[in-house]
């Protein structure tokens, strides 16, 4: 597996799990229970989030890590 793939995987797998918990912990707060992690509704935001953050956000963020990069070398 490239750098590149690492890094995306990395950083979007560490934005969807945060943003899934972020956005059913206030879910849980406004109901009172803790059900909505159990709901298969939290599993479908949780795979769509960490998509989402590996392929949009983690190449977003490579492309900035590249773009430092060339500037420091030059």
């Given at each position: 597996?490239?750098?590149?793939?690492?890094f995306q995987l990395?950083?979007?797998m560490k934005f969807g799990v945060f943003m899934t918990l972020f956005m059913t912990g206030f879910t849980c707060l406004t109901e009172g229970s803790f059900a909505p992690f159990f709901r298969f509704s939290f599993l479908y935001m949780l795979a769509v989030l960490?998509?989402?953050?590996?392929?949009?956000?983690?190449?977003?963020?490579?492309?900035?890590?590249?773009?430092?990069?060339?500037?420091l070398s030059k």
């Open positions: 597996m490239s750098e590149r793939w690492k990395l950083s979007g960490v998509a989402a953050g590996v392929f949009v956000k983690g190449y977003y963020d490579w492309r900035e890590l590249q773009r430092r990069r060339n500037k």
